[in-house]
């Protein structure tokens, strides 16, 4: 007896540049690039349980060898954090480059405002504080001339330029500010995504609500026709049937 596999249906919509998702990180076992290459590592007793990323507001955060968010171009920021206490200073969720350059960063003032880049310090969105876990994503699209701040999957706040940001300096960090400034965050993270172009509204929705809908990199395999195709799919519908002779 064998199996054959027969396509019956599949719709898509490319992009012209194959963007796509260039980073995850889910923290099943520990920092590792699941679509990628930047692994990060684990620093000051940062450590992973549950799935999730744990970090203790003090020292702990998560180093990368290069810098993971794009610095011009579209690109997309998406991650769930949950804090474990109030912090009435600067926090940082992710961050790389260095002061000034400008810098990336996505995190709050000590009023608990939500920071978003050297570029955008006051985006005027409270960072929630009840203890729960929130998806926050920040989208740059160059094609509007617009970046947004998206809190669990809803719009918040726009400016009117696409945010790039300095090439040099640090490495991304999850959970500490750049350079040597302390600016930790207590708390988890989970589910770390960039995106190399701009998500539109509807996909951060699916994103906060864990609906995989977004884009990934599919491989479609078809036997018998010789085609082997591998796709950067903008979204997909691929649905195949089993029929054993």
């Known amino acids: ?11 898509v919509m490319v992009s012209p540049s194959y963007a796509a998702l260039i980073h995850h990180y889910n923290f099943n076992t520990d ?14 007793g940062a450590s992973v349980s549950g799935g999730k990323l744990n970090l203790d507001g003090v020292d702990d955060y998560v180093q990368f060898g290069a810098q ?3 610095t011009s171009g579209s690109y997309t920021v998406a991650l769930f954090a949950q804090q474990a206490s109030s912090q009435a200073t600067y926090v940082e969720l992710i961050s790389q480059g260095f002061s000034g350059g400008p810098g990336f960063y996505l995190g709050h003032d000590p009023s608990g405002n939500i920071r978003a880049t050297d570029s955008w310090i006051s985006t005027g969105v409270a960072f929630p504080s009840d203890g729960q876990f929130h998806h926050y994503s920040l989208v740059v699209d160059t094609g509007s001339s617009s970046s947004s701040l998206y809190l669990d999957g809803l719009l918040q706040a726009t400016l009117g330029s ?17 350079g040597g400034i302390a600016e930790y965050f207590h708390g988890a ?17 699916d994103l906060a609500n864990n609906v995989s809908s977004v884009p990934v990199p599919v491989a479609i395999w078809l036997f018998g026709s010789g085609l082997v195709g591998l796709i950067g799919m903008r979204k997909k519908t691929v649905r195949f049937s089993a029929l054993s002779i």
Do not use: C, H, W
């Open 1 to 11: 007896m064998k199996t054959i596999f027969i396509f019956a249906m599949i719709a």
């Open 31 to 44: 920092a590792s690039d699941l679509v990628g290459s930047e692994n990060g590592a684990l620093i000051s």
């Open 68 to 70: 993971i968010v794009p």
């Open 162 to 178: 696409a945010i790039a940001t300095t090439n040099s300096g640090d490495g991304t960090r999850l959970g500490r500010q750049f």
């Open 189 to 205: 993270l989970d589910d770390v995504r960039i995106y190399d172009y701009a998500l539109t509204s509807n996909e951060v929705l």
